[in-house]
């Protein structure tokens, strides 16, 4: 069966970076749509990035434009969300998310598959 895994979450001081991962099973990247979520404590969830599985063409939420890097290692079946830079609005839990969209992989409410989340914050 389809599985998300998300993992790398911790505390980080503002300015830090950290590096998610998203390893999946029960199908393979080629074939999905991967998208990065994130909800903060009191707000909605948000997507944060995601790559499309037709071109690898990526997408990002301005707020984190060029401070995060989404990545894919298909051999490993794994997902990355490199983010630098870390602010305190970024704290949030994150979440991975899959679907087999071909395109517009910021389609946020069109996702299927989803991870448990790993918890992010960011404090001195």
């Known amino acids: 069966h389809v599985q998300l895994v998300e993992s790398g979450g911790g505390l980080v001081q503002p300015g830090g970076s950290l590096r998610l991962s998203c390893t999946v099973s029960g199908f393979t990247l080629d074939y999905y749509t991967i998208g990065w979520f994130r909800r903060a404590p009191g707000k909605e969830r948000e997507g944060v990035s995601c790559?499309?599985?037709?071109?690898?063409?990526?997408y990002y939420t301005d707020s984190v434009k060029g401070r995060f890097t989404i990545s894919t290692d298909n051999a490993k079946n794994t997902v990355y969300l490199q983010m630098n830079d870390l602010k305190p609005e970024d704290a949030a839990v994150y979440y991975c998310?899959?679907?087999?969209?071909?395109?517009?992989?910021?389609?946020?409410?069109?996702?299927?598959?989803w991870g448990q989340g790993t918890q992010v914050a960011v404090s001195l």
């Open positions: 998310a899959a679907d087999r969209m071909y395109y517009y992989c910021s389609n946020w409410g069109d996702y299927e598959y």
């Open positions: 790559i499309n599985r037709s071109d690898g063409s990526t």
